[in-house]
Protein backbone atom coordinates (compact mmCIF):
# COMPACT_ATOMS: atom_id res chain seq x y z
CA UNK A 1 0.00 0.00 0.00
CA UNK A 2 1.10 3.14 -1.06
CA UNK A 3 1.44 6.81 0.85
CA UNK A 4 -2.28 7.77 -1.04
CA UNK A 5 -5.01 8.33 1.39
CA UNK A 6 -8.14 6.38 1.93
CA UNK A 7 -11.07 8.04 0.48
CA UNK A 8 -13.42 9.27 2.49
CA UNK A 9 -16.29 6.66 1.76
CA UNK A 10 -13.93 4.05 2.20
CA UNK A 11 -12.95 5.60 5.07
CA UNK A 12 -15.80 5.29 7.14
CA UNK A 13 -16.85 2.09 5.59
CA UNK A 14 -13.37 0.58 7.21
CA UNK A 15 -13.72 2.64 10.59
CA UNK A 16 -17.58 1.55 11.56
CA UNK A 17 -17.07 -1.63 10.35
CA UNK A 18 -13.96 -2.48 12.38
CA UNK A 19 -15.34 -0.56 15.57
CA UNK A 20 -18.89 -2.39 15.08
CA UNK A 21 -17.12 -5.84 14.83
CA UNK A 22 -15.01 -4.81 17.64
CA UNK A 23 -18.32 -5.04 20.01
CA UNK A 24 -21.52 -5.96 18.70
CA UNK A 25 -23.85 -5.54 21.50
CA UNK A 26 -22.04 -2.11 22.52
CA UNK A 27 -22.08 -1.01 19.14
CA UNK A 28 -25.54 -1.32 18.93
CA UNK A 29 -26.20 0.46 21.93
CA UNK A 30 -23.97 3.33 20.90
CA UNK A 31 -26.02 3.77 17.47
CA UNK A 32 -29.59 3.51 19.49
CA UNK A 33 -28.75 6.35 21.85
CA UNK A 34 -27.28 8.35 19.24
CA UNK A 35 -30.68 7.81 17.21
CA UNK A 36 -32.91 8.98 20.36
CA UNK A 37 -30.65 11.78 20.89
CA UNK A 38 -30.36 13.25 17.37
CA UNK A 39 -34.55 12.66 17.43
CA UNK A 40 -35.07 14.12 20.78
CA UNK A 41 -33.65 17.80 18.94
CA UNK A 42 -36.44 18.06 16.23
CA UNK A 43 -38.93 16.76 19.01
CA UNK A 44 -37.80 20.17 21.15
CA UNK A 45 -38.68 21.85 18.34
CA UNK A 46 -42.23 20.86 17.74
CA UNK A 47 -42.93 20.92 21.43
CA UNK A 48 -42.06 24.53 21.91
CA UNK A 49 -43.60 25.48 18.90
CA UNK A 50 -47.26 24.21 20.32
CA UNK A 51 -46.45 25.72 23.40
CA UNK A 52 -46.35 28.52 21.54
CA UNK A 53 -49.62 27.89 19.46
CA UNK A 54 -51.40 27.40 22.80
CA UNK A 55 -49.94 30.10 24.72
CA UNK A 56 -52.36 32.75 23.42
CA UNK A 57 -55.38 30.93 24.11
CA UNK A 58 -54.04 30.09 27.96
CA UNK A 59 -53.21 33.52 28.35
CA UNK A 60 -56.38 34.83 31.22
CA UNK A 61 -57.91 31.15 30.89
CA UNK A 62 -57.32 29.93 34.43
CA UNK A 63 -55.15 26.92 36.08
CA UNK A 64 -57.51 24.56 35.76
CA UNK A 65 -59.02 25.46 32.36
CA UNK A 66 -58.10 22.97 29.31
CA UNK A 67 -56.24 25.56 27.02
CA UNK A 68 -53.66 25.72 30.57
CA UNK A 69 -53.26 22.24 30.92
CA UNK A 70 -53.11 22.08 26.72
CA UNK A 71 -50.29 24.53 27.15
CA UNK A 72 -48.80 22.79 29.96
CA UNK A 73 -48.64 19.33 28.52
CA UNK A 74 -46.65 21.37 25.42
CA UNK A 75 -43.69 22.86 27.47
CA UNK A 76 -43.76 19.82 29.67
CA UNK A 77 -42.69 17.81 26.46
CA UNK A 78 -40.48 20.42 25.45
CA UNK A 79 -38.88 20.41 29.06
CA UNK A 80 -38.71 16.67 29.06
CA UNK A 81 -37.22 16.29 26.19
CA UNK A 82 -34.63 18.68 26.09
CA UNK A 83 -33.90 17.16 30.12
CA UNK A 84 -33.46 13.74 27.95
CA UNK A 85 -30.94 15.30 25.49
CA UNK A 86 -29.35 16.40 28.22
CA UNK A 87 -28.87 13.33 29.98
CA UNK A 88 -27.93 11.45 26.93
CA UNK A 89 -25.01 13.12 25.87
CA UNK A 90 -22.62 12.38 28.53
CA UNK A 91 -24.25 8.72 28.63
CA UNK A 92 -23.01 8.38 24.59
CA UNK A 93 -19.70 9.73 25.21
CA UNK A 94 -19.12 6.92 27.94
CA UNK A 95 -20.36 4.26 25.77
CA UNK A 96 -17.82 5.74 23.07
CA UNK A 97 -15.26 6.14 25.03
CA UNK A 98 -15.63 2.40 26.66
CA UNK A 99 -16.00 1.15 22.75
CA UNK A 100 -13.19 3.25 21.70
CA UNK A 101 -10.49 1.67 24.23
CA UNK A 102 -11.98 -1.41 22.99
CA UNK A 103 -11.04 -1.15 19.43
CA UNK A 104 -7.66 0.33 20.30
CA UNK A 105 -6.82 -2.59 22.12
CA UNK A 106 -8.33 -4.92 19.29
CA UNK A 107 -5.69 -2.86 17.24
CA UNK A 108 -2.53 -3.08 19.69
CA UNK A 109 -3.12 -6.61 19.59
CA UNK A 110 -3.65 -7.21 15.71
CA UNK A 111 -0.40 -5.68 15.29
CA UNK A 112 1.24 -7.41 18.00
CA UNK A 113 0.11 -10.63 16.79
CA UNK A 114 0.82 -9.57 13.15
CA UNK A 115 4.68 -8.73 14.55
CA UNK A 116 5.43 -11.20 17.28
CA UNK A 117 3.26 -13.86 15.89
CA UNK A 118 5.36 -15.16 13.10
CA UNK A 119 8.35 -17.10 13.93
CA UNK A 120 10.12 -16.29 11.00
CA UNK A 121 11.91 -12.57 10.84
CA UNK A 122 11.34 -12.06 6.99
CA UNK A 123 8.08 -9.83 8.09
CA UNK A 124 10.79 -7.36 9.78
CA UNK A 125 13.77 -7.36 8.02
CA UNK A 126 11.57 -6.64 4.68
CA UNK A 127 11.99 -3.02 4.51
CA UNK A 128 8.44 -3.11 2.77
CA UNK A 129 6.58 -5.20 4.95
CA UNK A 130 8.62 -2.97 8.18
CA UNK A 131 6.88 0.01 6.86
CA UNK A 132 3.63 -1.36 6.74
CA UNK A 133 3.80 -2.54 9.85
CA UNK A 134 5.13 0.88 11.02
CA UNK A 135 1.76 2.40 9.38
CA UNK A 136 -0.24 -0.06 10.87
CA UNK A 137 1.38 1.44 14.66
CA UNK A 138 -0.26 4.82 13.57
CA UNK A 139 -3.60 4.49 15.02
CA UNK A 140 -3.38 6.42 17.67
CA UNK A 141 -1.83 8.87 15.40
CA UNK A 142 0.80 10.84 17.33
CA UNK A 143 -1.67 10.77 19.85
CA UNK A 144 -3.63 13.90 18.73
CA UNK A 145 -6.81 11.55 17.75
CA UNK A 146 -7.00 8.28 20.31
CA UNK A 147 -9.67 6.20 19.39
CA UNK A 148 -11.93 7.25 22.04
CA UNK A 149 -12.36 10.68 20.60
CA UNK A 150 -13.01 9.24 17.13
CA UNK A 151 -15.38 7.37 17.97
CA UNK A 152 -16.98 10.09 20.26
CA UNK A 153 -16.50 12.41 17.04
CA UNK A 154 -18.30 9.61 14.95
CA UNK A 155 -21.29 10.10 17.47
CA UNK A 156 -21.47 13.39 17.44
CA UNK A 157 -21.73 13.61 13.92
CA UNK A 158 -24.21 11.10 13.63
CA UNK A 159 -26.61 12.47 16.28
CA UNK A 160 -26.47 16.11 14.39
CA UNK A 161 -26.82 14.52 11.11
CA UNK A 162 -30.53 12.81 12.47
CA UNK A 163 -30.82 16.15 14.43
CA UNK A 164 -31.32 17.84 11.15
CA UNK A 165 -33.10 15.52 9.14
CA UNK A 166 -35.70 15.72 11.40
CA UNK A 167 -35.12 20.00 11.41
CA UNK A 168 -35.19 19.70 7.75
CA UNK A 169 -38.41 17.99 7.69
CA UNK A 170 -40.25 20.50 10.10
CA UNK A 171 -38.85 23.69 7.94
CA UNK A 172 -40.11 21.43 4.68
CA UNK A 173 -43.51 22.87 6.29
CA UNK A 174 -43.07 26.03 5.40
CA UNK A 175 -41.70 25.45 1.54
CA UNK A 176 -40.20 22.29 0.26
CA UNK A 177 -37.36 24.22 -1.05
CA UNK A 178 -36.04 26.02 2.26
CA UNK A 179 -34.29 22.69 3.85
CA UNK A 180 -32.76 21.57 0.69
CA UNK A 181 -31.11 25.05 -0.41
CA UNK A 182 -29.73 24.69 3.38
CA UNK A 183 -28.81 21.32 2.85
CA UNK A 184 -27.15 21.54 -0.23
CA UNK A 185 -24.81 24.88 1.01
CA UNK A 186 -23.67 23.01 3.86
CA UNK A 187 -22.97 19.50 1.97
CA UNK A 188 -22.01 21.11 -1.33
CA UNK A 189 -19.69 23.14 0.24
CA UNK A 190 -18.34 21.08 2.42
CA UNK A 191 -17.74 18.44 -0.40
CA UNK A 192 -15.81 21.17 -1.96
CA UNK A 193 -14.13 22.00 1.34
CA UNK A 194 -13.38 18.36 1.63
CA UNK A 195 -11.10 17.71 -1.52
CA UNK A 196 -8.75 20.55 0.05
CA UNK A 197 -8.46 19.20 2.80
CA UNK A 198 -7.42 16.51 1.10
CA UNK A 199 -5.16 17.87 -0.76
CA UNK A 200 -3.57 18.72 2.48
CA UNK A 201 -3.52 15.86 3.93
CA UNK A 202 -1.78 14.62 0.70
CA UNK A 203 0.77 16.55 0.78
CA UNK A 204 1.48 15.89 4.50
CA UNK A 205 1.73 12.14 3.61
CA UNK A 206 3.58 12.97 0.47
CA UNK A 207 6.28 14.84 2.87
CA UNK A 208 6.09 12.63 5.54
CA UNK A 209 9.79 11.80 4.97
CA UNK A 210 10.79 14.77 5.29
CA UNK A 211 9.14 15.12 8.93
CA UNK A 212 10.54 11.74 10.18
CA UNK A 213 14.27 12.72 8.57
CA UNK A 214 13.64 16.07 10.89
CA UNK A 215 12.55 13.33 13.69
CA UNK A 216 15.72 11.73 13.59
CA UNK A 217 18.22 14.27 13.54
CA UNK A 218 16.06 15.81 16.10
CA UNK A 219 16.08 12.42 18.14
CA UNK A 220 19.90 12.29 17.46
CA UNK A 221 20.43 15.43 19.38
CA UNK A 222 18.46 14.21 22.39
CA UNK A 223 19.76 10.54 22.74
CA UNK A 224 22.26 10.12 25.27
CA UNK A 225 24.39 7.38 23.34
CA UNK A 226 24.64 9.54 20.48
CA UNK A 227 25.43 12.96 22.48
CA UNK A 228 29.03 11.53 22.98
CA UNK A 229 29.77 11.78 19.42
CA UNK A 230 27.40 14.53 18.98
CA UNK A 231 29.65 16.79 20.92
CA UNK A 232 32.80 15.26 20.01
CA UNK A 233 32.48 16.06 16.48
CA UNK A 234 30.70 19.23 16.66
CA UNK A 235 27.79 17.42 15.02
CA UNK A 236 25.10 19.62 17.21
CA UNK A 237 24.93 22.99 14.81
CA UNK A 238 24.72 20.36 11.54
CA UNK A 239 22.06 18.22 13.21
CA UNK A 240 19.84 21.26 14.23
CA UNK A 241 20.08 22.78 10.44
CA UNK A 242 19.10 19.04 9.23
CA UNK A 243 16.29 18.88 11.27
CA UNK A 244 15.43 22.57 10.51
CA UNK A 245 15.61 22.44 6.88
CA UNK A 246 13.77 18.88 6.52
CA UNK A 247 10.68 20.06 9.13
CA UNK A 248 11.00 23.31 6.95
CA UNK A 249 10.69 21.62 3.64
CA UNK A 250 7.97 19.19 5.16
CA UNK A 251 5.61 22.49 6.73
CA UNK A 252 6.08 24.20 3.35
CA UNK A 253 4.53 21.80 1.45
CA UNK A 254 1.35 21.88 4.17
CA UNK A 255 1.10 25.47 4.27
CA UNK A 256 0.87 26.11 0.35
CA UNK A 257 -1.66 23.59 0.57
CA UNK A 258 -3.40 25.17 3.87
CA UNK A 259 -3.16 28.99 2.15
CA UNK A 260 -4.95 27.43 -1.19
CA UNK A 261 -7.42 26.48 1.13
CA UNK A 262 -8.35 30.15 2.21
CA UNK A 263 -10.19 31.00 -1.11
CA UNK A 264 -12.81 27.75 -0.78
CA UNK A 265 -13.15 28.52 3.13
CA UNK A 266 -14.25 32.01 2.39
CA UNK A 267 -16.17 31.20 -0.71
CA UNK A 268 -17.88 28.43 1.50
CA UNK A 269 -19.34 31.05 4.20
CA UNK A 270 -20.71 33.10 1.63
CA UNK A 271 -22.70 30.45 0.12
CA UNK A 272 -23.96 29.49 3.74
CA UNK A 273 -25.02 33.41 4.08
CA UNK A 274 -26.85 33.85 1.24
CA UNK A 275 -28.67 30.60 1.21
CA UNK A 276 -29.81 31.57 4.65
CA UNK A 277 -30.84 34.95 4.41
CA UNK A 278 -32.90 33.82 1.31
CA UNK A 279 -35.24 31.03 3.82
CA UNK A 280 -35.20 33.79 6.58
CA UNK A 281 -36.33 36.72 3.74
CA UNK A 282 -39.11 33.99 2.46
CA UNK A 283 -40.27 33.63 6.43
CA UNK A 284 -40.18 37.37 7.19
CA UNK A 285 -42.10 38.07 4.00
CA UNK A 286 -44.80 35.42 4.52
CA UNK A 287 -44.97 36.51 8.06
CA UNK A 288 -45.72 39.96 7.10
CA UNK A 289 -48.09 39.32 4.99
CA UNK A 290 -49.77 37.42 7.10
CA UNK A 291 -49.17 33.46 6.27
CA UNK A 292 -47.83 32.76 9.28
CA UNK A 293 -48.27 32.58 13.05
CA UNK A 294 -46.09 33.14 15.42
CA UNK A 295 -46.24 29.18 16.58
CA UNK A 296 -44.75 28.23 12.97
CA UNK A 297 -42.34 30.99 13.01
CA UNK A 298 -40.88 29.50 16.11
CA UNK A 299 -40.55 26.38 14.64
CA UNK A 300 -39.16 27.48 11.62
CA UNK A 301 -36.64 29.46 12.89
CA UNK A 302 -35.26 26.98 15.13
CA UNK A 303 -35.08 24.52 12.48
CA UNK A 304 -33.28 26.84 10.32
CA UNK A 305 -30.67 26.94 13.20
CA UNK A 306 -30.45 23.67 14.12
CA UNK A 307 -29.92 22.84 10.13
CA UNK A 308 -26.88 24.98 10.64
CA UNK A 309 -25.22 22.57 13.29
CA UNK A 310 -24.94 20.43 9.60
CA UNK A 311 -21.56 21.92 8.96
CA UNK A 312 -19.93 19.96 11.97
CA UNK A 313 -20.60 16.89 11.56
CA UNK A 314 -18.47 17.84 7.79
CA UNK A 315 -15.68 18.20 10.27
CA UNK A 316 -16.05 14.48 11.71
CA UNK A 317 -14.32 13.63 8.18
CA UNK A 318 -11.19 14.67 9.46
CA UNK A 319 -11.57 12.23 12.10
CA UNK A 320 -12.68 9.98 10.43
CA UNK A 321 -10.08 9.82 7.82
CA UNK A 322 -7.45 9.61 10.99
CA UNK A 323 -9.01 7.15 12.45
CA UNK A 324 -9.19 4.57 9.34
CA UNK A 325 -5.88 5.61 8.47
CA UNK A 326 -4.10 3.18 9.92
CA UNK A 327 -6.69 0.17 9.25
CA UNK A 328 -6.19 -0.33 5.34
CA UNK A 329 -2.31 -1.30 6.89
CA UNK A 330 -3.50 -3.16 9.90
CA UNK A 331 -6.29 -5.26 8.65
CA UNK A 332 -5.22 -8.47 7.26
CA UNK A 333 -1.54 -7.39 8.09
CA UNK A 334 -1.48 -10.95 10.19
CA UNK A 335 -1.90 -12.98 7.55
CA UNK A 336 1.00 -11.16 5.24
CA UNK A 337 3.12 -11.39 8.02
CA UNK A 338 2.72 -15.14 8.63
CA UNK A 339 2.66 -15.44 4.42
CA UNK A 340 6.20 -14.21 4.31
CA UNK A 341 7.55 -15.96 7.23
CA UNK A 342 8.40 -19.72 7.52
CA UNK A 343 5.52 -21.45 8.33
CA UNK A 344 5.55 -24.21 11.19
CA UNK A 345 5.51 -27.27 9.47
CA UNK A 346 6.31 -30.26 11.49
CA UNK A 347 5.82 -31.39 14.36
CA UNK A 348 8.31 -33.84 15.62
CA UNK A 349 9.96 -33.24 18.89
CA UNK A 350 13.57 -31.85 19.03
CA UNK A 351 14.51 -32.73 22.53
CA UNK A 352 17.90 -33.35 23.11
CA UNK A 353 18.81 -32.88 19.30
CA UNK A 354 21.59 -32.89 18.42
CA UNK A 355 22.43 -36.25 19.42
CA UNK A 356 24.17 -37.01 16.02
CA UNK A 357 25.18 -34.68 13.75
CA UNK A 358 23.87 -31.08 12.36
CA UNK A 359 24.10 -30.85 8.44
CA UNK A 360 23.42 -28.78 6.17
CA UNK A 361 23.55 -30.27 2.44
CA UNK A 362 23.34 -28.00 -0.74
CA UNK A 363 21.83 -25.03 1.12
CA UNK A 364 21.22 -21.96 -1.12
CA UNK A 365 19.43 -18.98 0.51
CA UNK A 366 19.27 -15.43 -0.74
CA UNK A 367 16.85 -12.70 1.58
CA UNK A 368 13.54 -12.25 0.11
CA UNK A 369 13.70 -9.39 -2.73
CA UNK A 370 17.69 -9.44 -2.85
CA UNK A 371 18.74 -11.50 -6.35
CA UNK A 372 22.29 -12.63 -5.38
CA UNK A 373 22.25 -15.55 -3.05
CA UNK A 374 24.32 -14.79 -0.05
CA UNK A 375 24.76 -18.57 0.89
CA UNK A 376 25.20 -20.87 -2.28
CA UNK A 377 25.77 -24.47 -2.03
CA UNK A 378 27.02 -24.67 1.57
CA UNK A 379 27.88 -28.30 2.64
CA UNK A 380 28.23 -28.59 6.24
CA UNK A 381 28.43 -31.07 9.21
CA UNK A 382 28.88 -30.39 12.68
CA UNK A 383 29.38 -33.84 15.00
CA UNK A 384 27.28 -33.50 18.55
CA UNK A 385 28.87 -32.97 21.06
CA UNK A 386 31.74 -31.22 19.35
CA UNK A 387 32.95 -27.44 18.71
CA UNK A 388 32.87 -25.62 15.17
CA UNK A 389 33.91 -22.48 14.31
CA UNK A 390 32.74 -20.85 11.21
CA UNK A 391 35.19 -18.03 10.34
CA UNK A 392 34.98 -15.35 7.29
CA UNK A 393 35.23 -12.13 6.31
CA UNK A 394 32.45 -9.54 7.27
CA UNK A 395 29.08 -9.83 5.67
CA UNK A 396 30.20 -13.25 3.69
CA UNK A 397 26.86 -14.15 5.62
CA UNK A 398 27.83 -15.93 8.83
CA UNK A 399 25.00 -14.30 11.10
CA UNK A 400 22.67 -15.53 7.92
CA UNK A 401 23.86 -19.50 7.92
CA UNK A 402 22.62 -18.90 12.05
CA UNK A 403 19.77 -17.61 10.86
CA UNK A 404 18.78 -21.00 8.94
CA UNK A 405 20.05 -22.67 12.17
CA UNK A 406 17.41 -21.46 13.99
CA UNK A 407 14.62 -21.36 11.18
CA UNK A 408 14.21 -17.51 11.50
CA UNK A 409 14.43 -18.52 7.32
CA UNK A 410 14.19 -21.26 5.44
CA UNK A 411 16.64 -22.47 2.45
CA UNK A 412 15.50 -22.08 -0.87
CA UNK A 413 17.09 -24.56 -1.78
CA UNK A 414 19.02 -27.72 -0.23
CA UNK A 415 18.30 -28.55 3.83
CA UNK A 416 19.41 -28.19 7.78
CA UNK A 417 19.26 -31.53 8.88
CA UNK A 418 19.20 -32.43 12.62
CA UNK A 419 19.67 -36.26 13.16
CA UNK A 420 18.43 -36.94 9.65
CA UNK A 421 15.41 -35.39 10.21
CA UNK A 422 14.64 -31.52 7.75
CA UNK A 423 14.69 -29.12 10.08
CA UNK A 424 11.02 -28.14 8.79
CA UNK A 425 10.03 -31.54 9.89
CA UNK A 426 10.31 -30.57 13.36
CA UNK A 427 8.23 -28.74 16.03
CA UNK A 428 10.06 -25.31 15.66
CA UNK A 429 9.27 -24.23 19.71
CA UNK A 430 11.07 -27.19 20.61
CA UNK A 431 14.01 -27.08 18.55
CA UNK A 432 14.10 -23.75 18.99
CA UNK A 433 13.99 -24.40 23.11
CA UNK A 434 17.27 -26.65 22.50
CA UNK A 435 19.23 -23.53 21.04
CA UNK A 436 21.21 -20.45 22.81
CA UNK A 437 22.52 -18.76 20.69
CA UNK A 438 24.03 -14.87 21.58
CA UNK A 439 23.97 -12.69 18.48
CA UNK A 440 26.48 -9.73 17.66
CA UNK A 441 24.17 -7.26 18.53
CA UNK A 442 22.45 -9.59 21.71
CA UNK A 443 19.82 -7.77 23.77
CA UNK A 444 20.82 -5.47 26.78
CA UNK A 445 17.64 -5.94 28.43
CA UNK A 446 16.67 -3.06 30.43
CA UNK A 447 15.58 -4.77 32.96
CA UNK A 448 17.10 -6.52 36.09
CA UNK A 449 20.29 -7.83 36.71
CA UNK A 450 18.01 -11.07 37.44
CA UNK A 451 15.53 -10.79 34.14
CA UNK A 452 18.60 -10.52 32.29
CA UNK A 453 20.04 -13.67 33.05
CA UNK A 454 16.98 -15.82 33.90
CA UNK A 455 15.82 -15.12 30.16
CA UNK A 456 17.86 -17.95 29.03
CA UNK A 457 15.28 -20.03 29.99
CA UNK A 458 12.19 -18.05 31.18
CA UNK A 459 10.13 -20.50 32.65
CA UNK A 460 12.40 -21.01 34.98
CA UNK A 461 13.54 -17.67 35.57
CA UNK A 462 12.47 -16.90 38.92
CA UNK A 463 14.91 -20.12 40.08
CA UNK A 464 17.57 -17.50 42.04
CA UNK A 465 19.95 -20.65 42.56
CA UNK A 466 19.79 -21.64 39.10
CA UNK A 467 20.40 -17.50 38.01
CA UNK A 468 23.32 -17.64 40.46
CA UNK A 469 25.30 -20.87 39.00
CA UNK A 470 24.72 -19.35 35.04
CA UNK A 471 26.32 -15.96 36.33
CA UNK A 472 29.09 -17.38 38.48
CA UNK A 473 29.87 -19.79 35.38
CA UNK A 474 30.03 -17.10 33.15
CA UNK A 475 32.06 -14.73 35.57
CA UNK A 476 29.71 -12.35 36.46
CA UNK A 477 28.95 -12.94 39.56
CA UNK A 478 31.14 -10.37 41.14
CA UNK A 479 30.07 -7.66 39.02
CA UNK A 480 26.28 -7.86 40.31
CA UNK A 481 27.25 -8.73 43.61
CA UNK A 482 29.19 -5.16 43.29
CA UNK A 483 25.78 -3.59 42.03
CA UNK A 484 23.94 -0.84 44.17
CA UNK A 485 20.92 -3.33 44.22
CA UNK A 486 22.31 -6.61 43.21
CA UNK A 487 20.34 -8.70 41.43
CA UNK A 488 17.69 -6.29 41.51
CA UNK A 489 19.54 -3.70 39.81
CA UNK A 490 17.92 -2.31 36.62
CA UNK A 491 20.46 -2.56 33.97
CA UNK A 492 20.01 0.97 32.76
CA UNK A 493 20.56 4.26 33.65
CA UNK A 494 17.11 5.29 32.21
CA UNK A 495 15.86 3.88 35.54
CA UNK A 496 16.07 5.30 39.04
CA UNK A 497 18.85 3.44 40.80
CA UNK A 498 20.05 1.51 37.81
CA UNK A 499 23.18 1.27 36.34
CA UNK A 500 24.65 0.76 33.35
CA UNK A 501 27.38 -1.98 32.13
CA UNK A 502 30.23 -1.72 29.93
CA UNK A 503 30.23 -3.58 26.67
CA UNK A 504 32.55 -6.50 28.47
CA UNK A 505 30.34 -6.50 31.32
CA UNK A 506 27.22 -6.88 29.03
CA UNK A 507 28.81 -9.61 27.36
CA UNK A 508 29.49 -11.60 30.60
CA UNK A 509 25.86 -11.24 31.46
CA UNK A 510 24.87 -12.19 28.12
CA UNK A 511 27.18 -15.42 28.36
CA UNK A 512 25.71 -16.14 31.63
CA UNK A 513 22.32 -16.17 29.74
CA UNK A 514 23.19 -18.68 27.18
CA UNK A 515 24.90 -20.72 29.85
CA UNK A 516 21.63 -20.64 31.81
CA UNK A 517 19.76 -21.72 28.52
CA UNK A 518 22.30 -24.98 28.14
CA UNK A 519 22.13 -25.77 31.63
CA UNK A 520 18.07 -25.76 31.55
CA UNK A 521 18.67 -28.32 28.13
CA UNK A 522 19.64 -26.12 25.31
CA UNK A 523 22.06 -28.90 22.98
CA UNK A 524 23.28 -26.05 20.55
CA UNK A 525 25.21 -23.49 21.48
CA UNK A 526 25.94 -20.35 19.08
CA UNK A 527 28.37 -17.49 20.02
CA UNK A 528 28.08 -14.94 16.90
CA UNK A 529 30.86 -12.73 17.30
CA UNK A 530 29.40 -10.96 20.78
CA UNK A 531 32.46 -9.92 21.31
CA UNK A 532 33.00 -7.11 18.58
CA UNK A 533 33.63 -4.63 22.16
CA UNK A 534 36.34 -6.93 22.93
CA UNK A 535 39.89 -7.12 21.75
CA UNK A 536 41.44 -10.12 20.11
CA UNK A 537 43.21 -11.48 23.13
CA UNK A 538 39.98 -10.89 25.17
CA UNK A 539 37.51 -12.36 22.88
CA UNK A 540 40.08 -15.27 22.60
CA UNK A 541 40.04 -15.19 25.84
CA UNK A 542 35.94 -15.47 26.26
CA UNK A 543 36.04 -18.30 23.55
CA UNK A 544 37.96 -20.44 25.35
CA UNK A 545 36.06 -20.03 28.61
CA UNK A 546 32.85 -20.88 26.85
CA UNK A 547 34.58 -24.03 25.77
CA UNK A 548 35.57 -25.52 28.48
CA UNK A 549 32.37 -24.52 30.34
CA UNK A 550 30.36 -26.19 27.72
CA UNK A 551 32.67 -28.69 26.91
CA UNK A 552 30.84 -31.85 25.02
CA UNK A 553 27.59 -29.48 23.99
CA UNK A 554 27.41 -29.14 20.18
CA UNK A 555 29.24 -25.62 20.19
CA UNK A 556 29.53 -22.82 17.31
CA UNK A 557 31.41 -20.36 17.65
CA UNK A 558 31.50 -17.23 15.05
CA UNK A 559 34.16 -14.78 14.34
CA UNK A 560 36.07 -12.94 11.89
CA UNK A 561 39.23 -13.23 13.76
CA UNK A 562 41.22 -16.26 13.30
CA UNK A 563 43.45 -16.19 16.19
CA UNK A 564 40.42 -16.54 18.68
CA UNK A 565 39.19 -20.14 18.22
CA UNK A 566 42.56 -22.39 17.64
CA UNK A 567 41.31 -24.53 19.88
CA UNK A 568 38.12 -25.50 18.74
CA UNK A 569 37.37 -29.19 16.92
CA UNK A 570 37.03 -27.40 13.69
CA UNK A 571 36.91 -24.87 11.85
CA UNK A 572 35.23 -23.31 8.89
CA UNK A 573 36.51 -21.17 6.54
CA UNK A 574 32.81 -19.30 4.77
CA UNK A 575 33.55 -17.80 1.20
CA UNK A 576 31.38 -16.50 -1.07
CA UNK A 577 28.75 -18.42 -0.21
CA UNK A 578 30.28 -21.86 0.69
CA UNK A 579 32.44 -23.51 2.63
CA UNK A 580 35.62 -23.06 1.12
CA UNK A 581 37.64 -24.74 3.68
CA UNK A 582 36.98 -27.30 6.88
CA UNK A 583 39.10 -28.99 8.78
CA UNK A 584 41.43 -28.30 12.47
CA UNK A 585 43.51 -25.65 12.88
CA UNK A 586 46.68 -27.50 12.54
CA UNK A 587 45.36 -28.59 9.24
CA UNK A 588 44.44 -25.65 7.69
CA UNK A 589 47.73 -24.17 8.40
CA UNK A 590 49.49 -26.55 6.80
CA UNK A 591 47.31 -26.24 3.52
CA UNK A 592 47.75 -23.21 0.83
CA UNK A 593 44.40 -21.41 1.43
CA UNK A 594 42.70 -18.98 2.67
CA UNK A 595 42.78 -19.63 6.33
CA UNK A 596 46.48 -19.57 6.20
CA UNK A 597 46.92 -16.27 4.18
CA UNK A 598 43.99 -14.71 6.53
CA UNK A 599 45.45 -16.14 9.16
CA UNK A 600 48.58 -14.87 8.62
CA UNK A 601 47.77 -11.78 7.34
CA UNK A 602 46.32 -11.34 10.59
CA UNK A 603 48.96 -12.38 12.84
CA UNK A 604 50.83 -9.62 10.92
CA UNK A 605 48.80 -6.47 11.45
CA UNK A 606 48.06 -7.59 15.63
CA UNK A 607 52.12 -7.87 15.55
CA UNK A 608 52.38 -4.16 14.04
CA UNK A 609 49.73 -3.29 16.92
CA UNK A 610 46.34 -3.14 14.67
CA UNK A 611 44.34 -4.82 17.14
CA UNK A 612 41.75 -6.10 14.91
CA UNK A 613 41.68 -7.13 11.67
N1 LIG B 1 17.86 -8.82 6.47
C1 LIG B 1 18.66 -8.74 5.40
N2 LIG B 1 18.13 -8.40 4.21
C2 LIG B 1 18.94 -8.31 3.13
N3 LIG B 1 20.25 -8.56 3.12
C3 LIG B 1 20.83 -8.91 4.29
C4 LIG B 1 20.06 -9.01 5.49
N4 LIG B 1 20.90 -9.38 6.49
C5 LIG B 1 22.12 -9.50 5.93
N5 LIG B 1 22.09 -9.22 4.61
C6 LIG B 1 23.22 -9.28 3.67
O1 LIG B 1 23.66 -10.62 3.63
C7 LIG B 1 25.08 -10.68 3.58
C8 LIG B 1 25.58 -11.53 4.74
O2 LIG B 1 25.31 -10.87 5.95
P1 LIG B 1 25.67 -11.51 7.35
O3 LIG B 1 25.11 -12.88 7.39
O4 LIG B 1 25.23 -10.58 8.40
O5 LIG B 1 27.25 -11.55 7.28
P2 LIG B 1 28.32 -11.81 8.43
O6 LIG B 1 27.59 -12.24 9.66
O7 LIG B 1 29.22 -12.84 7.87
O8 LIG B 1 29.04 -10.52 8.63
C9 LIG B 1 25.56 -9.26 3.61
O9 LIG B 1 25.82 -8.88 2.28
C10 LIG B 1 24.41 -8.48 4.17
O10 LIG B 1 24.38 -7.19 3.64
MG1 LIG C 1 27.49 -11.46 11.47
Do not use: C
Amino acid sequence: MSTVTTPFPVALRLLVGYVASTDRLRFAGFVVLVVVEGLLGPVTIAASGLAVARAAPAFGAGLDSAAAAALAAAVGLAGLAFAAGQLITPLRDAVATSLGSRVAQRMREQLLSATVGPPGLAHLEDPETAEEIRRAGEYEWADLAPLTTIVQQLGAALKTVISAAGAGVLLAGFAWWAPLLLILAAVGTHVWMAGNEHEIVEQHEAHAGQQRRADYFRDLALDPPAAKEVRLFGLAGWLAGRARRHRTAYLRHVWQARRANLRPVLLTLGTIAVANGAVLAALGATAVSGGLGAAELTVYVQALIALQSLGHPLLATWWVRQGAAALPHLVGLAERTHRLSVRPRGSAPAIGMPRRELRLSGVRFGYPGHDRPVLDGVELAIPAGSSLAIVGRNGEGKTTLLKLLARFYDPDEGAVRIDGTDLRDLDLASWRAQLAVIFQDFIRYELTAHQNVGFGRVETAGDPEAVRRAAERAGALELIKDLPDGWQTVLSRHYRGGVDLSGGQWQRIALARALRAADAGARLLVLDEPTAALDVRAEAALFERFLELTAGTTTVLVTHRLSSVRHVDRIAVLDRGRIAQHGTHAELMATDGLYRRMYRLQARRFDEGVHDA
